[in-house]
């Protein structure tokens, strides 16, 4: 049981835009502006996507872009293409005893 | 930003002690981020925190772990340690070793992780 939750899958068509939400507590994604997103290949380690809510590390194309409201967290991808299949996790500091919790992960079908 | 590398045993018998190092390089342990953790990701399933150290030796587990788990810093060596005693299979897993920012803040810097089997 991750103390983030993610839907396990979403698909969208090359093109569309598709949004991932995380939801945590105010213990969590609530209390702090902390919250990151990672993208992760089979095999493959987890790739920074979003950290700090909404900022993108260099090089990460600005069709991904997150917010946050309330204890919900959210990705979007705008502009799906074929290389966004992946698996997606989000990621936030939970306080300096519990560090940090992440979601359970979800899995993006390009269709 | 720096580099982090894990090492250590690959294969392990149940009941042994994991040990994993992450080594620090293009930078100094003690300044190029304020946590050194380790994170865990079973086959198939999602990442889990195991536990951080800050340069003082401050450590804080994942409570499900807490009892087997020590995280330790060696800034002399700018490297960091995990034990993990009397693993079993449930302990079987990619490793990786991720450097943060104070809250976590910021760009945090990733190993590219090294697994470890625990198999009779």
């Known amino acids: 049981q991750s103390a983030l939750t993610q839907p396990r899958s979403v698909s969208g068509s090359p093109g569309q835009s598709v949004t991932i939400s995380c939801t945590g507590t105010?213990?969590?994604?609530?209390?702090?502006?902390?919250v990151s997103w990672y993208q992760q290949y089979p095999g493959k380690a987890p790739k920074l996507i979003i950290y700090?809510?909404?900022q993108r590390p260099s090089g990460v194309p600005d069709r991904f872009s997150g917010s946050k409201s309330g204890n919900t967290a959210s990705l979007t991808i705008s502009g799906l293409q074929p290389e966004d299949e992946s698996d997606y996790y989000c990621?936030?500091?939970?306080?300096?005893?519990?560090?940090?919790?992440f979601g359970g992960g979800t899995k993006l079908t390009v269709l | 930003q720096v580099q982090l590398q894990e090492s250590g045993p690959g294969l392990l018998r149940p009941s042994q002690t994991l040990s994993l190092t992450c080594t620090v390089s293009?930078?100094?342990?003690?300044?190029?981020?304020?946590?050194w953790s380790w994170i865990r990701q079973p086959a198939g399933k999602g990442l889990e925190w195991v536990g951080r150290?800050?340069?003082?030796?401050?450590?804080n587990y994942n409570p499900s772990l807490k009892s087997r788990v020590t995280i330790s810093v060696d800034t002399s060596q700018n490297h960091y340690s995990l034990e993990v005693t009397s693993v079993t299979a449930a302990d079987t897993a990619v490793y990786y070793c991720?450097?943060?920012?104070?809250?976590?803040?910021?760009?945090?810097?990733w190993g590219q992780g090294t697994l470890v089997v625990v198999s009779s």
């Open positions: 991720v450097g943060w920012g104070l809250s976590a803040a910021g760009i945090p810097s």
């Open positions: 293009g930078g100094s342990i003690s300044s190029s981020a304020h946590y």
């Open positions: 150290v800050d340069t003082t030796g401050d450590s």
């Open positions: 105010r213990g969590n994604v609530g209390g702090y502006n902390y």
């Open positions: 700090d809510v909404s």
């Open positions: 990621c936030s500091y939970a306080g300096s005893y519990t560090f940090v919790v």
